[in-house]
């Protein structure tokens, strides 16, 4: 156990599998109280067990994270326990790519609901009840699609894309009241999302294109995050951190 965040109230939405847990696991390491937040209250209930059964403090929540009224129960409970709230990573998302003509409003609706809608609301919400407790820091996971093309990705490059919007504009607007706001980039990353997203012909493809020669874990994406809701960062916001083996700046 380690104690850089040590005192600190933390929230992680999709904070069941892949990447979110991986967050949790690595806050809850370095003595962060946790919220794990998750759509399948069972999944949640399951990661916050796993997560005290190694002496950590670990809360499950169960919610649409579209719905500000998620984050208003989650953080309200979090705060009422602690008497403060410190961190929260807006990891969630939801993920279908498809040709262009084949985007429905179901899937766009869930797309930006899921992935943007939740970040303004994990944000609004988040921010002020870190103000009650003299500051705090943001993470928002966004991707190395805000950056690039990727063929039949058009909505969550664009999502993603939006992400680091929100980030820049949230960083000068909280900035006076002590919460920084920033945003990891992953790469791609070995999780179930990728797992059914990308056929194994276009993995080996981003393998080979990565300078690092290798596909993510999820614990660099933990790792990133921990240093950005640290202290460690205490001078860094509106910032996004490519966390990606070298792939988006690779002309291969």
């Known amino acids: 156990m380690g104690n850089r965040l040590k005192g600190k109230v933390a929230l992680v939405t999709g904070g069941a599998q892949g990447i979110g847990r991986a967050i949790c696991e690595r806050f809850a390491a370095e ?5 794990v937040l998750d759509i399948k209250g069972d999944n949640a ?3 916050a067990q796993a997560l005290r059964d190694q002496g950590a403090q670990a809360h499950a929540y ?30 969630a998302i939801w993920v279908r790519y498809g040709p262009i003509d084949a985007i429905t409003p179901e899937m766009l609706a869930r797309m930006t609901g899921t992935g943007f809608h939740s970040v303004v609301w994990g944000i609004q919400v988040g ?19 805000s950056f690039l093309g ?6 969550y490059c664009g999502v993603k ?7 820049r504009s949230a960083s000068v607007d909280l900035g006076p009241q002590k919460i920084r706001v920033n945003a990891v980039c992953p790469g791609s990353v070995k999780t179930e999302g990728v797992a059914i997203n990308v056929n194994p012909e ?16 999820v614990e660099d994406i933990a790792n990133a995050s921990l240093f950005l809701a640290s202290d460690e960062s205490s001078f860094v916001t509106g910032e996004s951190l490519l966390v990606d083996g070298g792939t988006t700046h690779a002309l291969l």
Request: hydrophobic share 50%; proline share 2%; no cysteine.
């Open 45 to 47: 209930e399951r990661a």
């Open 62 to 91: 169960a919610g649409d994270v579209a719905q500000r009224a998620t984050f208003e129960a989650a953080v309200g409970d979090l705060e009422q326990r602690y008497g403060r709230f410190d961190v929260l990573v807006n990891n």
């Open 150 to 155: 990727i063929p039949s990705g058009m909505v």
């Open 161 to 167: 894309a939006a992400v680091l919007g929100l980030t």
């Open 31 to 35: 003595g962060a109280a946790i919220g």
């Open 202 to 217: 276009m993995v080996a493809k981003r393998i080979a294109r990565a300078p690092l020669g290798r596909l993510g874990e």
């Open 127 to 145: 921010a002020a009840a870190m103000a009650r407790s003299g500051g705090g820091a943001i993470v928002n996971i966004a991707s190395a699609a």
